[in-house]
């Protein structure tokens, strides 16, 4: 059994900084390929970042290209994600996700963590 827990969301003034963690219970942490996704009410759910499991190869959205970094410590079974230069429209749910095929269905899934952007 795999469990996911996101920290770190919270409110914060647009052009301000958040990191999320995600920690991830379970074996074989590092076998499984990493993301982040975000869902904004009325909206779909939204690819953001991905790393691989040995960290060699990342992935961004152009939404979030340069601003956001996606990291993890095998070490630790986390996975983080740096956000930078936010926005109001950064503003959603945030959910972390595992996978060792690909995304279209990931294995498991966070519970969330609110992300507000806001003055």
């Known amino acids: 059994q795999v469990q996911l827990v996101e920290s770190g969301g919270g409110l914060v003034e647009p052009g301000g900084s958040l990191r999320l963690s995600c920690a991830v219970s379970?074996?074989?942490?590092?076998?499984?390929?990493m993301g982040w996704f975000r869902q904004a009410p009325g909206k779909e759910r939204e690819f953001l970042a991905a790393?691989?499991?040995?960290?060699?190869?990342?992935y961004y959205s152009d939404s979030v290209k340069g601003r956001f970094t996606i990291s993890r410590d095998n070490a630790k079974n986390t996975v983080y994600l740096q956000m930078n230069s936010l926005k109001p429209e950064d503003t959603a749910v945030y959910y972390c996700?595992?996978?060792?095929?690909?995304?279209?269905?990931?294995?498991?899934w966070g519970q969330g963590t609110q992300v507000t952007v806001s003055s």
């Open positions: 996700a595992a996978t060792k095929t690909g995304w279209v269905q990931p294995d498991y």
């Open positions: 379970g074996r074989f942490f590092s076998r499984y390929h």
């Open positions: 790393i691989s499991w040995s960290a060699g190869s990342t």
